[in-house]
């Protein structure tokens, strides 16, 4: 499926890698070095590690007389895979002040170099397809990072009393909300997961059937406006409303509203965003919802997440427009069609744990534990957000993360059991 | 479906709640006021909830001129209701030496004499009905909870360095294990969960339509000496094998075997059990194992775990026998049938995450607490272990703990996916 | 100085032995068995170790034909003493159900046996004078543990909501508090230590020269209605007052109140009590003050804890009374000179972090390890308080605790430093 | 004693500042930026908290039409000053990325300009003398900031594993050391305190008398070599030679040497200096020693630590030269003496608590935190280390940290009692 044009890959590398480049230009040295949270990265590794995986995977295996840049490098940027040796903890990415951004710079420059030699040069077939299966894989990766970079970035200037901006072009209001609307599915025996010839991650994989009984989904995400409803209907100290470990969740961090979330003397709501810290936006979907939040939410509003069957299906049924992603979703058209906002605004939450599909096999050596040893504990969600890149996204695709997470931009569809 | 015989109910009643006495027997007023961990909760306590629920949920309901046994009770023993109000905090369980067990007996007593009286008198046919359900939900509670006495005291006593035995007697060596043998089965669309008459918890509803592929089911449970060839062989210094949550938490305790297992010095290997320190016996079927160390024994062994569709559709289709549970099953004569060990050995981790069935709805008010708000983070076991009550599990039984949970009666049967 | 007659020792002994089982009476065994927190241990547990310490540091040394009661309780009832072997870990000594109560008696009486045997034996004069040491220090070591009794198990008590009381009968309120004077002292070049024949600890040696400049001591104890008039004025709330540690502490608790106080709805102020929960009574000392409390309280009142050498030479000068130590301290007659309450009442807390003495020395072996190990960190509080054992308090005595403890009975006595 | 020279204070004034900039110019933005653990700081916060402090107490004070750089900066850059407002909470001081250090160096340079005008502009003799006083204060505080910088910067890049050098040059071996001896002292009725005209923090005062016994000093300090003997020997497997709270240190953090040493497989030691991994020099002081190990190590060695009167006298009495401090006390000439190494290599740490002298007062207002908050739980240092700056030591100075701080140039003089 990978068909090897040498002029096409190169280009295609190139303008993926400069996208990195081009999300951390904004940013400072120190920006760039500093961690927030275990669980969010320096912008510094991200820019190290996504050039640490095509040296790794396909460098080390392909280039003929391989030197790797650096040989520390292969331990501090490794993120997980325990079949490439070491790696540097987690929690302490933020602590490596060296090699500083300059020199990621340069190990990008060389690594970026090395890749073009190889791929201009003569390989044999099966040789190409290993590179063009590799390079579609160190590409997709890159793509997912550069969702992290926005994602982790923000989250480390929400840290600091001064409310920095990202972004130095203020956010224009969203326009008025359309209403809810319900689409109707009748379900039934249906195949879940990808198909076709374009590229997939391996928990897209098998294709299966599945049985799904007759369903509505909501036609838009929930906006900031109806999350508001629910903040001051009593929502987060009312516990009829909650999992009994969200509630526990809640109340250990007297959570009272969503992450970027403030609330002024006056009374007045603030969101603190890439731009800076905006008024909240009433017409603005609802982003940085915790699942918790979520199912809390749903309950309150009587209804309730979509299973990520449910969530496929009806995106695949309502051809669902692949909306431009981006920084500046409000400023996009509308989109037509009876479901809207299913790409390029919020990752939605669906009621599915994080599990294998029947017949899943995950590849083979290390690359094998990119997806696989990630299946517990964890939720899908489904669609793309505003800081996924443009043309990652796709219908069966599965972004996963613990009930708890809120710095992603994650929001709620609404689905119900038909009657 | 809870046809009211006053006489039966009060005989049921009677037995059900003499069993919690009988389990205590053996313990001191020590044994029973202590709290091992947070999971766990002291015997007393569990008396004293059992008879809490009744209380509550029939006798405040249904009782003329009320009155509390003790108005701090109310809070004392209440477990996770928020509906009914206050409850002392999980952890803080083994602090409360008063009331001592002594008067913990008084309190069923009086509140045993009350229910005697509810149910030999009048009532309207409303009534009664729901007084059958209320009693028949309160008996499957404490049932539930005479499990978990075995449990936390197991526990318990295993803190302790001179190893006391909860039982007596010795422990009779187990017959050869049976050779491990595959029931292949089609699947296809089948309805899963509760049908018929007999009493279900709501998790268990509704009964809903499922596709599963084709499968195949081990004939027995995984050993405790297959599980000491996987630890033999590495398995817990392998990452390759565990998901990485497991792995951290394999790291984070720095642990090398199931829980209750020790090896001497010579080598030789001892399972803590309710009859004390014992040689690890090799035949009996491998117990308080984890979801994590489940889940990394059947990828050892090129397997998995079955989905919990798998495990019911098989054993509705092998016509499992629902064995006699108890603290022997060693001594019980061979099960008959394609698949053994189904029921009165361990509790089987599945792969499925505890989620609400399509369709399923909560009851309304207090006991709607039940089971609904805990389905987040936690995996199904289904079966019955040694410690179940006898008649108090059946094929659509959905039991569940988070996959680091370790005192639990739970075992590893495996699945594989058929080619 | 330990002269050796056999029948007091007997009688001393077992009048110091019988008061251990007193001070347990009026407790159920769970009462006896649960650890309230890691830095108290359960009745039972001190009723064992400090038989152990009289069966491992006497019998096992003087006894003909040594064998210990129970092989298991060497360990079990170690507290702290590496020199001994391997020790029960601290946090763990409440999941000790076994051996229960009545064995940790049996345990007593057959010492106790043994003990009445040895006593009455014929010895040479080094092994009387080794076991008169030994004996004495033994018996000191039970009032020490005599006390932690009663704090301990107050402390257990309180952590039960339904506030159940150690003794029967009621408080009496309190006389009306002395006005609060100061005793004007010289002080110049002294000695500070044990001086002459009777018992001491080795952390009262040696007795050293010491220069104290002049300085004023409080006639009395802070009264209960002194330290609220502290809280009213918003002593809890003004960082200004507090050591930077002492706000640290505050704050990450939330306190706003010494330990056993709480306020109703309606502001009225109770206090948990070993005889249960009273009014606060503004003219008893004010109790389970930590250290950080006493040196705010101070520092709000213009003044500053006494060091230890300015409190013992005070005490001397002042020909401070011995007051009977006992539960009921506010019923004693008034007690004369111009320094009250120095002993009785509360432990006294000083400046003085817990150091040797210049020149001191920890006794060779295990016994060594008995104070000067502990000699970081703490702070030492002079005189005795309420729950010390008759007899067992002086002048040179040096008690310590670290500056967040505030279980123990310990209060705040007033210093300056004059002009 | 504060003379006012404008000249002579503008000179002053730019050496001190001048050399915070010199300590920075080694390192990147990045290395500037990053917090490697609570108790240290990011050293662009070092610079800008000591900016902070001349226009938080000398321009906010004596600046006409004073308006602040940046109205933020006086939460930001507050270190503990409750009586000047909020502070940003020292965990998170590495967060901030904003202000960029380019940033705080216009923040510096602002100052310093403001700072100039004001000691050239015509003052009154009071306003001459507070300036006199704060500008003091303020350049000692920054010398004590300049000191951590390199503490702090050092502890940074040890969490590096590329091991990265703060200086390039290569450390020059020792000479050998000389061989340990004792000075006696009498002791006796003894005046302790700063003392003259010159310079002194509030905790040095008022001078007062000590009655101190005989004793002996050692020397020198301990050398690498000698702490290699003591590990050598076992002294961190055993526990008689630890204080207690000491050995849980050890215990819970697996310690087996000191902060910066590590073995290779080869068993060869090394250790992280400023100047990269080096291998241990045996003739160097052992240095980033905690108390815990100092007491250890003392025990071990027959001796113990010196008080901090003790220290003091034998500096006095033996007219311990101020050696030159620095980044090279190896490379120094050998002082003359009979003490040898009281100042420039290491602080030594005393037996002695952390408490005010008698008589002791704190400035009135926000200053009046400077010291004296601090005294509870920490332990007296006395002399200065290799990376005090020039002329801020002198006898009388009291250094303090926690018994279980390692990341300060902290090493071992023993002292003994005479017998």
Redesign the interface.
């Known amino acids: 499926m990978h068909m090897y044009d040498s002029g096409l890959w190169t280009a295609r590398y190139a303008a993926v890698r400069q996208r990195s480049l081009d999300l951390a230009a904004p940013l400072?040295?120190?920006?760039?070095?500093?961690q927030?949270m275990p669980d969010a990265s320096p912008i510094?590794w991200h820019l190290a590690h996504t050039t640490w995986f095509f040296e790794t995977f396909i460098l080390e295996q392909l280039e003929t007389d391989f030197q790797p840049f650096h040989p520390?490098f292969r331990?501090?940027f490794n993120s997980?895979y325990?079949?490439v040796g070491d790696k540097?903890p987690r929690p302490?990415r933020?602590?490596?002040?060296?090699?500083?951004?300059s020199e990621v710079r340069a190990y990008r420059a060389n690594v970026d170099q090395r890749m073009a030699r190889l791929l201009g040069s003569a390989l044999d077939a099966a040789a190409r397809d290993r590179l063009a299966m590799l390079l579609t894989l160190g590409l997709e990766h890159e793509q997912q990072h550069q969702e992290l970079m926005l994602t982790d970035v923000k989250h480390?200037?929400a840290?600091?009393?001064?409310n920095?901006a990202y972004a130095a072009e203020a956010l224009a209001p969203a326009a008025a909300a359309a209403p809810l609307e319900w689409l109707a599915l009748d379900g039934g025996?249906c195949d879940i997961g990808h198909q076709g010839e374009g590229f997939c991650f391996d928990n897209e994989l098998p294709r299966?059937?599945?049985?799904v009984?007759p369903f509505a989904l909501a036609s838009r995400l929930l906006t900031n406006g109806e999350y508001l409803a629910f903040i001051e209907a009593g929502g987060y100290r009312d516990?009829?409303l909650?999992?009994?470990?969200?509630?526990d969740w809640v109340g250990s961090m007297g959570l009272r509203h969503p992450l970027y979330w403030q609330q002024d003397e006056a009374g007045q709501w603030w969101e603190f965003t890439l731009h800076g810290l905006q008024r909240l936006d009433a017409n603005r979907p609802a982003t940085h919802i915790s699942?918790?939040e979520a199912?809390a939410c749903a309950h309150w509003m009587g209804a309730r997440l979509p299973?990520e069957a449910e969530w496929e299906l009806a995106a695949h049924a309502a051809g669902a427009t692949l909306e431009c992603g981006g920084l500046h979703p409000g400023a996009m058209s509308a989109p037509q069609g009876p479901l809207q906002q299913m790409f390029g605004h919020c990752w939605q939450w669906t009621?599915?744990?994080y599990?294998?599909y029947?017949?899943y096999r995950a590849a083979a050596g290390a690359l094998g534990?990119y997806n696989g040893?990630?299946?517990?504990?964890q939720y899908v969600l489904r669609g793309s957000s505003c800081a996924t890149p443009e043309g990652h996204a796709r219908a069966s695709y599965r972004n996963f993360f613990p009930?708890g997470a809120r710095w992603q931009f994650s929001g709620i569809r609404l689905a119900r059991?038909s009657a």
């Open positions: 400072s040295d120190e920006d760039c070095c500093v927030s510094k520390a331990m501090l997980y325990n079949g540097h302490r933020g602590l490596l002040t060296r090699p500083g951004l480390l200037l840290q600091n009393p001064i920095p025996l299966h059937r599945q049985y009984a516990p009829s909650w999992l009994a470990e969200g509630w699942l918790f199912d299973s009621s599915s744990s599990a294998p029947p017949g534990e040893k990630f299946m517990v504990n009930a059991t």
